[in-house]
């Protein structure tokens, strides 16, 4: 059998089942905060089940391909990032060329699908977000991509996931040193924005512009959707914990310490969320583009110098 096949179906599987359980850490957490008592763990599950059973609706005037196709290209791209991090994560030999490459170009996917069923919906506040979620990727991909550079140079400029996990398991976690842990930061920072939760979920403010991109969507597309974001906020902390933190160890109580990785993860975007009001685009703009890539900028020329 296709050892490609067999990891796409299990990092499928295993991406969605991990993704409802980040889920619904979120949501138990957030209404812990909130001094509520919050959903089950399976309460993301229901979601779904609910939303597949429901009526798809088209509105009048749509672009009907783009539409439909919108959420299913978001889903796939996750579905492609999340097979070629189980591949490393099983077996770094497995990697090939350039797969850094690859998965960042595919993690820029979902926010294109979003903007994708915005614009084609022809509604104006589904407009209206999909140019802000336009203008908040120009804003952290920046130093997303600069804090990125941090584990490669690390590696010895090798920009396969293969090469930084085993020069982790060698040297030590990137996150170990200074300039591992200011891109670290930054990943953190960037991907609340890419995850589009508080406080960068500017695209889809419900209190603003009633869900944005997604305020035309209803059964099985919004389900999409919402499945996209769920497996989202498991590959992207899953992505920083391979980059930064050493990746998975299979081995005895390191499948535990692994899990409680990526758990740290979930827990400082829960908290990051829960924790700070919504900014408007243009005070996104300026602190991507200023704040978080000077702190990008410095932790590449601390990984030039050794540190």
């Known amino acids: 059998m296709?050892?490609?096949?067999?990891?796409?179906?299990?990092g499928v599987f295993l991406t969605c089942v991990l993704g409802m359980i980040a889920s619904g850490i979120?949501?138990?957490?957030?209404?812990?905060l909130q001094?509520?008592?919050?959903?089950?763990?399976?309460?993301?599950?229901i979601d779904l089940v609910k939303f597949f059973g429901k009526e798809n609706l088209v509105p009048r005037g749509a672009v009907?391909?783009?539409f439909f196709g919108a959420p299913l290209f978001g889903l796939a791209s996750v579905f492609a990032v999340s097979t070629i991090l189980w591949m490393n994560a099983v077996d770094p030999a497995q990697s090939f060329g350039g797969d850094l490459i690859v998965v960042l170009y595919?993690?820029?996917m979902p926010s294109i699908s979003l903007m994708m069923g915005g614009f084609a919906s022809r509604?104006?506040?589904?407009?209206?977000?999909?140019?802000?979620?336009?203008?908040?990727?120009?804003a952290y991909e920046l130093p997303f991509l600069l804090s990125m550079m941090v584990p490669v140079m690390k590696a010895g400029m090798h920009i396969r996931l293969g090469e930084i996990l085993l020069h982790q398991a060698e040297a030590g976690a990137t996150i170990g040193s200074?300039?591992?842990a200011l891109a670290f930061i930054v990943g953190l920072l960037t991907i609340q924005a890419k995850l589009g939760l508080v406080p960068f979920d500017i695209a889809e403010a419900e209190s603003e512009i009633v869900s944005g991109p997604l305020i035309e969507y209803s059964g099985v597309g919004l389900g999409l959707f919402r499945l996209m974001k769920i497996t989202l906020l498991f590959v992207l902390p899953f992505f920083l914990v391979i980059l930064y933190m050493g990746g998975i160890s299979w081995h005895g109580w390191g499948?535990?310490?692994?899990?409680?990785?990526?758990?740290?993860?979930?827990?400082?975007?829960v908290v990051i969320r829960n924790t700070n009001p919504r900014v408007r685009i243009d005070q996104a703009v300026r602190f991507f583009w200023g704040p978080v890539t000077g702190l990008a900028a410095l932790a590449v020329g601390l990984a030039w110098a050794g540190w």
């Open 178 to 180: 200074v300039s591992g």
């Open 2 to 10: 296709n050892p490609v096949l067999v990891f796409l179906g299990f």
């Open 255 to 269: 499948l535990l310490w692994s899990f409680l990785k990526f758990l740290s993860v979930v827990v400082l975007i």
């Open 123 to 138: 509604n104006p506040y589904a407009s209206l977000g999909a140019s802000r979620e336009m203008k908040l990727i120009l």
């Open 106 to 108: 595919f993690l820029v």
């Open 64 to 66: 009907r391909a783009l």
């Open 35 to 45: 001094y509520r008592v919050g959903p089950p763990l399976w309460q993301p599950f």
């Open 26 to 32: 979120d949501r138990k957490v957030t209404a812990r």
